[in-house]
């Protein structure tokens, strides 16, 4: 059925979404059944007008299945309709939903570009508004893009109200800006009175330019190298001035800066993307914060770059393909003479020597020569390429034993006046967004959190520098080992389940097999609607069900084989890169996690294992250079401490405090007073396996909202099988016992209704989308979002304090003394150094770190603890 708008017309407001789902489908109407209540619910005729006084349609008005995409065709015929109703409607609002509708009216741009703002545009000879939203129906997969939804219609609200004015696309004040290259000493300029933007161009293994900015419209791009005079000069001048620098991304160009030579990591600075991402719905990218916020029409760098890289990657593929073109023949030659030499009996049972081939016979390509071949039919092999990275990894680990890298393009393959100002873009676009988003972060009272994140960053900024030190040889050894445990299990996994090839990696095989063949039960479902097989599922179902040791099988290949893919087999290569001094310097971000806590990739060192078969082995494999030792402290029970204070839970606070202990004077254990609680069995006489273990995954898990399915899967996975009745039990024994934790979790929930966001114990905010939603599924997940953001964030705000302490009193002191101390990772709620073999400093370090980690906020309730230990590796550690 072809879905038909309804609602008044003429009509001053018009709602545009995308396509209709089988519901719509069905009645022909748009906007029905659960994306239809949640669009109800925002247009009830409070803050905007009810849904009766819209008109409402969709682009696209036939249903064309599930995960079906729209096409061209589909445009074409469907546009014809909304025009039509277009011109009968006659709407001065149009009020897009998701990326098809908002393109058809403003043209190429994407949601990040446009989201949540009124735009004024010329649509078939009549002047209107256009206001794009995040569609509804995306929010209800994806949290982080609910609270996108719930933003985009307070700010629809605040449009209505009359506190937002529609601006003009690409509308640049600036209509002739001057991006202009300095190649002489006396061009170089620098007013101390104004902020001065800085971004660069290239990497840090090759830099290739610097550019700034100090007045709109205007700006200065120096090319070169640390051999440069006009760079030296420009970082002489930039110290002298004492201005304060803008980056967009400051992690990535203070190490691209220092390598041309300039080092700024100790100036004051500012940095347009941490505003951004404290702001939480703004997008991240310069690009789509510059067309938001300033009106600038910018290139990205797949529109400058894309030709000229795909020439790359489909040259490096050719290259590929002749390496393994060649090999197969040579195996197919191989093939061709044993066969052509092998006695064998043919059918009239007489022995013959050699086969009679007038051909070269068929075999197997590798998984390589057939991936290479896919590259060269692409239209985007260097998309593909990237795509691989996650999907296909062994392919990049093949391809790059092959040949090495695939080469990178770099504004040197595009035409000198585009790189320019392409360049002068940039840093003219950081300038003038700087401003917009600092007023924005002092509105939204974020100043304090903003200014502690960059105040973490010299740390951050050192331990990308001075990187980790691997032991190839012993890497070496543990990927043969790995390779060979791989080979075993998948032999095993034949026998097991007697399909040959079978694939433990792949989603579809491994739920056919667990869910069809053997008839378990699924617990979740995925996106494309089977039953999910992470590994937490796996884990639960393994100890379920211990009649079928398959499924520890499966859980074990995926756990070896990731292991030497992902991280073993890549170490070599990461060891080999910029700055070539056989350390890993994995790109550490900030900007990535809603809660704070640190990200890093190439390589992921946060995700490394730390439990299973071969952990303690890999983590070996990190070693202290000679001389030196390794050392890490962390936080004792932090989020239960942070809990405590934001619940103001009495028996928590008197635990941690040490107002309430044993009878024997020791301090309490809360696992094993919960699971006296549970069990009714005393702290002396508790199994660790079958009391305490289940009782911490109780007191962590409960405060983050786990239910009682949650909760019992939790459980099963440590061995321990209860119902989830004798689960939701415990879950009001612990409620019982903790009588703050509801209070609190109640307050949050009352707090996310009420503003649509919450607000943790640095200032940090986080949007709750579908906080208010009629789906009680939804509105469950916000819930949990509600409180468990602040307990994790809270944990996160501790850390980063003492950051900034270690920075200001360990590492800057020590550094001034001609010691070697450095920090080196961060992970969640430890931090590890490198530093010189020195009994006396090893205890030094140990009392001022667990001093620093044990500091109590201003503010803060709850007394903190840590503990440290050092060692030559991160395995083979001892406590202090």
């Known amino acids: ?158 449009y209505f109200d009359g506190k937002l004015t529609a601006r003009r696309l690409y509308d640049d004040p600036f209509k002739e800006p001057s991006y202009t290259e300095i190649t002489e000493l006396s061009q170089i300029i620098i007013d101390p009175s104004k902020p001065i933007a800085i971004d660069t161009e290239g990497y840090p293994r090759a830099p290739w330019s610097l550019q700034f900015s100090q007045d709109a419209g205007r700006a200065s791009i120096i090319r070169g190298n640390r051999s440069s005079l006009v760079v030296r000069r420009f970082g002489e001048l930039l110290r002298q001035s004492g201005a304060r620098i803008v980056y967009h991304n400051s992690l990535h160009d203070l190490t691209t800066m220092r390598a041309m030579g300039i080092e700024t990591a100790d100036l004051p600075f500012d940095d347009t993307m941490v505003a951004a991402y404290l702001l939480q719905v703004e997008p991240k990218g310069l690009k789509p914060l510059c067309i938001r916020h300033c009106n600038m029409k910018m290139d990205s760098y797949e529109d400058i ?8 990657a ?126 924005r972060i002092d509105v939204l009272g974020l100043r304090g959190v903003y200014e502690l994140e960059l105040s973490t960053y010299p740390l ?134 809603v809660t704070g806590r640190l990200a890093a990739s190439d390589p992921n060192l946060l995700a490394q294992p730390k439990h299973g078969k071969f952990a303690k082995e890999f983590r070996r494999g990190w070693v202290a250079d000679e001389g030196h030792l390794l050392g890490e402290w962390d936080e004792s029970q932090g989020e239960l401490r942070v809990l405590a204070h934001l619940s103001q839970d009495p028996l928590m606070l008197a635990v941690f405090r040490g107002e309430r202990r044993n009878p024997d004077g020791s301090l309490i254990d809360l696992h094993a007073a919960l699971a006296e609680r549970i069990f009714g069995v005393k702290p002396s006489q508790q199994d660790k396996s079958k009391h305490r273990l289940p009782s911490k ?96 964030e809270g944990l996160t705000w501790l850390v980063k304090q003492a950051e900034v302490s270690i920075w200001k009193e360990i590492i800057g002191p020590y550094g001034r003394q001609g010691r070697y101390v450095q920090p080196i990772l961060q992970v969640h709620d430890s931090i590890n150094l490198e530093f010189e073999d020195d009994p006396k400093l090893a205890q030094d370090l140990n009392r001022h770190m667990r001093e620093i980690l044990s500091r109590i906020p201003e503010g803060f309730t709850v007394p903190m603890d840590s503990s440290g230990e050092y060692g030559p590796n991160m395995a083979d550690m001892k406590e202090f």
């Open 305 to 312: 770059m894309g030709d000229a890289q795909n020439r790359l």
């Open 697 to 792: 995954a109780v007191n962590f898990g409960l405060p983050m909202g786990m239910t009682n399915k949650g909760l019992t899967l939790e459980l099963r996975k440590n061995g321990v099988d209860i119902s989830e009745d004798d689960a939701q039990r415990w879950i009001d024994e612990t409620d019982a016992l903790y009588v703050g934790v509801p209070r609190y979790k109640a307050r949050m929930v009352a707090e996310a209704k009420r503003n649509g966001y919450i607000r943790c114990l640095s200032g940090r905010i986080r949007y709750i989308g579908g906080i208010k939603s009629w789906d009680a599924a939804i509105r469950a997940e916000a819930e949990r979002f509600a409180f468990s953001t602040p307990i994790q």
């Open 1 to 158: 059925m072809r879905c038909r708008g309804v609602g008044p017309a003429p009509c001053e407001w018009m709602v545009v979404a995308e396509g209709p789902g089988p519901e719509e489908d069905r009645k022909g109407i748009p906007l029905v059944g659960k994306t239809g209540k949640e669009f109800d619910r925002y247009f009830n005729g409070d803050r905007l007008p009810e849904r009766r006084e819209i008109f409402v349609t969709n682009l696209y008005r036939q249903y064309g299945g599930k995960n079906y995409e729209w096409t061209a065709e589909d445009l074409e015929r469907d546009s014809l309709l909304l025009l039509d109703e277009f011109r009968r409607v006659c709407p001065r609002l149009v009020i897009t939903m998701g990326r098809h509708s908002t393109r058809y009216f403003l043209g190429d741009v994407s949601m990040d570009d446009v989201h949540g703002l009124p735009w004024t545009i010329d649509f078939h000879g009549r002047g209107i508004t256009v206001f794009p939203l995040y569609h509804i129906a995306a929010g209800f997969h994806n949290p982080e893009i609910s609270g996108y939804v719930s933003y985009d219609f307070q700010q629809l609200e605040a």
């Open 460 to 593: 951050i900024d050192r331990m990308h520098t001075v990187g980790i030190k691997p032991d190839l040889p012993h890497f070496a050894r543990l990927s043969a080992k790995l390779g060979t445990e791989v080979e075993g299990l998948q032999a095993k996994l034949e026998t097991e389940t007697g399909l040959e090839g079978f694939n433990a990696n792949s989603g579809d095989q491994v739920a056919d097999y667990v869910f069809d063949r053997l008839g378990l039960e699924g617990y979740k479902r995925t996106e494309s609607g089977r039953f999910s097989t992470n590994d937490k599922v796996l884990e639960a179902l393994e100890h379920e069900h211990p009649e079928y040791p398959v499924i520890s099988t499966i859980r074990e290949y995926r756990e070896v084989y990731k292991l030497k893919h992902t991280f073993v087999d890549r170490i070599p290569d990461f060891a080999r890169r910029w700055p070539y001094d056989g350390r890993v310097h994995a790109t550490f971000r900030t900007t990535r996690v």
């Open 314 to 439: 489909y040259d490096y593929f050719v290259s590929l393909w002749d390496i393994e073109q060649d090999d197969y023949e040579q195996r197919q030659q191989a093939e061709f003479i044993r066969l052509t030499t092998t006695a064998y009996v043919n059918s009239r049972g007489k022995t013959v020597t050699g086969r009679r081939l007038k051909v070269l016979p068929k075999i197997s390509r590798s998984i390589l020569h057939k991936a290479v071949e896919r590259g060269m039919r692409s239209r985007e092999p260097y998309k593909l390429w990237q795509k691989w990275e996650d999907d296909a990894l062994p392919i990049r680990v093949a391809a790059y034993t092959r040949l090495g890298d695939m080469p990178e393009a770099t504004l040197d393959h595009v035409p000198i006046e585009r790189a320019i100002h392409y360049g002068g873009r940039d840093s003219d676009g950081t300038g003038r967004l700087a401003p917009e988003l600092s007023g």
